[in-house]
């Protein structure tokens, strides 16, 4: 189990250093730190490879909740209502909403990783529903780093005959 952990360690400081240092060199908004939201979502869920496209989905769709709460807040602020007052009925209400639609309705569907979508929405929110390409890229950078950091490790490690999986190894 150490040793597993040890070299995805290794394999996590080695990528995450190289994704900095590259991401610098991207010609859209510097949103680097909206990386280390997404990862930890993708590692507290196991980082699962064939969950990617379901967190992939998610992140879309946290987005456009991201851009639905922004716009009635707006709205209710715009008709007189007060900010505090609009953040408490928008937030509460989307936020009942978001969770039945992805927990009841399409949980068994690709669009069914509410983690990801609220770490979206708080995106959205920090650059007020602007720079949505650049919030997508950089969080799918996130998710795609922390697959990168567990499949790597995972080819590293499965050479000595030892454990393959960060859960199982885990434990």
Request: proline share 3%; with cysteine; net charge positive.
């Amino acid at each position: 189990m150490k040793t597993y952990l040890f070299k995805l360690s290794v394999v996590a400081g080695v990528l995450c250093g190289l994704y900095v240092y590259l991401y610098n060199y991207i010609p859209m908004k510097n949103l680097l730190w909206m990386t280390f939201v997404a990862l930890p979502i993708y590692f507290g869920a196991g980082a699962k490879r064939e969950e990617f496209p379901h967190f992939v989905t998610s992140l879309v769709v946290g987005i456009i909740w991201g851009f639905i709460y922004l716009k009635l807040i707006g709205l209710l602020v715009g008709a007189g209502v007060g900010a505090n007052i609009a953040l408490l009925l928008v937030v509460g209400v989307v936020t009942l909403i978001m969770c039945a639609v992805h927990l009841c309705i399409t949980g068994n569907t690709w669009a069914n990783k509410l983690p990801i979508m609220f770490g979206a929405v708080a995106s959205m929110f920090s650059q007020n529903g602007e720079s949505a390409g650049s919030i997508f890229l950089t969080l799918f950078g996130g998710l795609l780093l922390a697959l990168l950091i567990v499949e790597g490790t995972n080819v590293i490690h499965k050479p000595l005959g030892e454990q393959t999986s960060q859960s199982s190894s885990a434990n």
